[in-house]
């Protein structure tokens, strides 16, 4: 395992797969390291190549508006990265071979911050991180304990761009992820 200083440095030289060739920044993470709870999307977009940040765009500011609605925020008590940490080219989805070849990094990560709650935004980190055959639709907002981190997912914030229909959904999903954090208390 590396520590935060050598895998962020590994990371921005990183030719582990083809994205490496078009994209113009590494995709690293933002937020606090010291957070119990983690937020995992699928990989940068156009904004998010360009700025180095993940979750910038659109979907990003959506994302920031539903994270204050449970008193979360990037600047102070959670951590953001994705799956992968290049752009794929024309926002398609990462490339079962592209996740394999970033996947160690976000799992470094994960063993750094320890979390006790992660939550996947959308259904490629969910079939990643929680199980190979996750139905978004179907299993949004459910937990699941996996070595000892409480797991769940919730739309993508692009999805709830797309269709304002699952917005009330997510809503109570966010809410169940507000009582989860006070359950597990300080520790
Ligand atoms: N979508 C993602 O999954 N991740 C980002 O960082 C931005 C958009």
């Known amino acids: 395992?590396?520590?935060?200083?050598?895998?962020?440095?590994?990371?921005?030289?990183?030719?582990?797969?083809?994205?490496?060739?078009?994209?113009?920044?590494?995709?690293?993470?933002?937020?606090?390291?010291?957070?119990?709870?983690?937020?995992?999307?699928?990989?940068?977009?156009?904004?998010?190549?360009?700025?180095?940040?993940?979750?910038?765009g659109r979907a990003g500011q959506l994302l920031d508006d539903m994270l204050s609605i449970i008193d979360l925020s990037r600047k102070t008590n959670c951590y953001i990265a994705n799956i992968v940490k290049c752009r794929p080219p024309q926002n398609?989805?990462?490339?079962?071979?592209?996740?394999?070849?970033?996947?160690?990094?976000?799992?470094?990560?994960?063993?750094?911050?320890?979390?006790?709650?992660?939550?996947?935004?959308?259904?490629?980190?969910?079939?990643?991180?929680?199980?190979?055959?996750?139905?978004?639709?179907?299993?949004h907002g459910q937990w699941v304990e996996k070595d000892g981190v409480w797991m769940t997912a919730i739309y993508h914030p692009s999805a709830l761009l797309r269709d304002v229909s699952k917005r009330p959904e997510t809503f109570e999903d966010l809410l169940s992820i507000r009582e989860k954090l006070g359950q597990l208390g300080d520790c």
Do not use: S
């Open 92 to 139: 398609r989805d990462p490339m079962e071979t592209e996740q394999d070849a970033c996947i160690g990094y976000l799992m470094n990560q994960i063993a750094l911050i320890k979390p006790k709650i992660i939550v996947c935004l959308g259904r490629i980190a969910a079939m990643r991180l929680i199980r190979e055959d996750y139905r978004i639709t179907r299993e």
């Open 1 to 56: 395992m590396m520590d935060w200083e050598e895998l962020q440095e590994t990371c921005m030289r990183c030719t582990q797969c083809g994205l490496c060739e078009t994209r113009h920044n590494v995709v690293f993470g933002v937020g606090n390291k010291n957070t119990r709870i983690m937020f995992v999307g699928e990989g940068p977009g156009e904004q998010e190549d360009l700025q180095g940040e993940p979750f910038v």
